[in-house]
């Protein structure tokens, strides 16, 4: 459940779960960064999992506290950055540009095996409708995934929302499905100390 959402804040990697006593009565799960002894050799400590579960625990607390002014910000911020009314239109219009300039390109194409021409020119306009279908086709792409970007975002938001319109009492326990609906990432510090990002951007520091 703590994969991928730990990270070195020295050099922005993840943080690998390794098991120490792993025979014995003394085994427990600790979190290091995946640099620690590789080129960098990160000096950023490791973390034992109750101490992430600690941290989380104590982070979302601080949010139940003051959770309708977060959960206000939160849908402003869901809103604004998560509106995609003018990419949406932007798409629709590449689309029937990219619909164009395929016809074009295939009327000129079947225009120059009918008709006698100058190649140099039939060339250089060909050339031209694919530079233009390229540019729109790369532009396209980059909506689209801005637009799925975006959608993503604001379904974690809602979650995010709900989870804690929902949390009208503080929590007395670790609980996997908070942490995973709620928790951007933990960012460990070279002084171990812990900063739990939630979804909304807020960073509540240990």
């Not at 939160?74 to 540009?97: F, G, N, P, S, Y």
């Not at 279908?133 to 809602?158: G, P």
């Not at 990002?197 to 509540?204: A, L, P, S």
């Amino acid at each position: 459940i703590f994969s991928g959402k730990i990270r070195c804040g020295e050099c922005g990697s993840c943080f690998g779960a390794k098991v120490w006593h792993s025979t014995d009565k003394y085994r427990r799960t600790i979190y290091r960064c995946n640099n620690k002894y590789d080129g960098q050799k990160c000096q950023t400590p490791h973390v034992m999992e109750e101490e992430i579960k600690t941290a989380f625990v104590t982070a979302f607390n601080r949010l139940v506290t003051e959770r309708e002014e977060i959960i206000a910000n939160a849908q402003l911020v869901r809103q604004t950055l998560c509106d995609t009314t003018a990419l949406t239109e932007e798409k629709a219009k590449l689309q029937q540009e990219l619909a164009v300039l395929v016809e074009m390109t295939e009327k000129t194409v079947m225009q120059n095996a009918r008709i006698a021409q100058n190649q140099e020119e039939y060339q250089r306009h060909y050339d031209g409708l694919v530079a233009q279908y390229d540019a729109a086709k790369a532009r396209f792409d980059e909506v689209t995934e801005t637009i799925s970007a975006k959608e993503a975002q604001s379904e974690r938001l809602a979650v995010f929302i709900n989870k804690l319109k929902a949390q009208t009492d503080p929590v007395a326990e670790f609980d996997s499905q908070l942490w995973a609906s709620m928790v951007e990432c933990v960012i460990v510090s070279v002084d171990k100390g812990l900063a739990v990002v939630f979804r909304d951007g807020t960073e509540v520091r240990m």
